[in-house]
């Protein structure tokens, strides 16, 4: 369930609209991005990843956009369902540091 | 697929109790991580692991350590545990270099009273 408090951006779309999720990333030097999907009460799932030799990659009804020049990270998915309600939250790193480094996330939902 | 397990959904615990959490990946994969996931606070990072017997601290390590005797196992402990551990714990792991995908487990929700 859900918590009290927890106060992250929301988007609400029709069923069978497209998604738009946006993130913004802080390191001019990081070099590789991953969207990860978390439903409520599982693990984060892996969706795409893209490293920053691409501004684009496609994979199933999912599209990843990367624009360096404003450090912004855009997750489309197409035709969106019920089961894309979730909690979605982008990822970043930049060559030779150790960790990852996790936005807060996006929560969507899905109006029938 | 990348199957990343871990021992607990859901885990009640008492103030001061030594807590262990374990998780286990099947793909020999190098890195190993723990987290924390808190709302309003995202995921953080408690230790990391990038070989058998090597650890190195994340961002909140304090409260915390861990093991790891075998590749595929990467256990996190509480010492001591205390009511603001209450908190959903992931493991993660990644292939090779850190810039490599990290698969996470289902998560392992610990309420400690």
């Known amino acids: 369930g859900e918590s009290v408090g927890l106060h992250l951006p929301t988007l609400s779309v029709q069923e069978g609209d497209n998604s738009i999720i946006n993130c913004a990333y802080s390191n001019s030097a990081s070099d590789y991005f991953i969207w990860y999907k978390q439903e409520s009460g599982k693990g984060p799932q892996f969706i795409i990843d893209?490293?920053?030799?691409?501004d684009k990659r496609q994979g199933q009804r999912v599209t990843v956009l990367l624009n360096k020049t404003v450090k912004h990270l855009s997750l489309q998915i197409a035709a969106t369902q019920p089961g894309d309600s979730a909690v979605y939250f982008c990822a970043e790193n930049f060559q030779g540091a150790q960790k990852l480094v996790f936005g807060q996330g996006t929560r969507l939902t899905i109006n029938p | 697929d990348v199957k990343v397990t871990q021992s607990s959904r859901y885990l009640v615990k008492r103030t001061g109790e030594k807590v262990f959490l374990e998780c286990v990946q099947d793909m020999d994969h190098e890195n190993m991580f723990w987290y924390r996931q808190d709302p309003g606070l995202g995921l953080r990072l408690i230790y990391f692991?990038?070989?058998?017997?090597?650890?190195e601290k994340g961002d909140i390590p304090e409260g915390y350590s861990v093991s790891r005797e075998k590749k595929e196992r990467f256990s996190l402990i509480l010492e001591s545990a205390s009511t603001n551990q209450t908190s959903m714990y992931l493991c993660?792991?990644?292939?090779?270099?850190?810039?490599?995908?990290?698969?996470f487990g289902p998560g392992t929700r610990l309420l400690v009273l």
């Open positions: 993660a792991s990644s292939a090779g270099t850190i810039q490599e995908t990290q698969y």
């Open positions: 692991s990038y070989d058998v017997k090597m650890k």
């Open positions: 893209i490293r920053s030799n691409m």
